[in-house]
């Protein structure tokens, strides 16, 4: 079975701060990993894939298959990142974590 | 390119009626899926579909059917509307299995 946690349901950080958004997953086979942001009334948008290995609007994201996690970070954060992020899993079907809202504050 | 099309953008509808959600993709995608989001409760998948003529359950269907009869429309029908389907409804699709999956502006549908 397919299953994405995400543990924080709100993040608040500073401008400037440092801020992680915490995924771990379970899957029995070889995962694509995808991390997804939907700003205020807007629909869901890629942010980062793990297999490109990039970094999207300073953001990073690790694949840990030995603690099966997907983490992301930004070393800086902005006040245009606030927003809801999803960590998503495509296996047979494509799984969302329930999301964490990050807050920046001024 | 349109991408991934849902209608309507919102829809009020009453206890125990019924309706379709429409949602077109013209990305030749043989994946879609249809999701349904409440405040704090992320995005729970109701149904999904590898291919024309093939759809499964995701961890919400009661209360909802599908089918795909082609390969660019999933429509998504409510047979008897219940206050608990008060949500945002996103379809979503994707080439295949492991590949980025691509979403719909959202249904937003109030039953009352």
């Known amino acids: 079975a397919q299953r994405v946690t995400q543990p924080e349901k709100l993040l608040s950080v500073f401008k400037g701060a440092p801020v992680e958004l915490k995924c771990n997953y379970s899957?029995?086979?070889?995962?694509?990993l995808f991390w997804y942001v939907q700003y205020s009334r807007q629909r869901l948008q890629l942010l980062l894939r793990?297999?490109s290995r990039e970094s999207i609007k300073g953001f990073t994201a690790d694949l840990n298959k030995g603690e099966t996690s997907f983490h992301l970070k930004k070393p800086f954060a902005q006040e245009e990142d606030s927003a809801m992020y999803y960590c998503a899993l495509s296996g047979q079907n494509f799984v969302f974590g329930p999301g964490t809202r990050l807050s920046v504050l001024p | 390119n349109a991408g991934v099309t849902q209608t309507p953008k919102f829809r009020i509808l009453k206890i125990g009626q019924s309706m379709t959600l429409q949602c077109a993709q013209d990305?030749?995608?043989?994946?879609m899926y249809w999701y349904r989001q409440d405040p704090g409760m992320g995005l729970k998948l109701i149904y999904y579909?590898?291919?024309?003529?093939?759809?499964d359950k995701g961890e919400v269907p009661n209360g909802y059917n599908v089918s795909r009869s082609t390969t660019e429309d999933f429509p998504l029908r409510l047979e008897l509307a219940a206050p608990s389907q008060t949500s945002v409804y996103f379809c979503?699709?994707?080439?295949?299995?492991?590949?980025?999956?691509?979403f719909g502006q959202g249904t937003r549908l109030t039953v009352v």
């Open positions: 793990h297999i």
């Open positions: 990305m030749n995608h043989n994946y």
């Open positions: 979503a699709s994707s080439r295949q299995a492991g590949a980025e999956a691509f």
């Open positions: 899957y029995s086979g070889s995962p694509e």
């Open positions: 579909s590898v291919g024309a003529g093939i759809t």
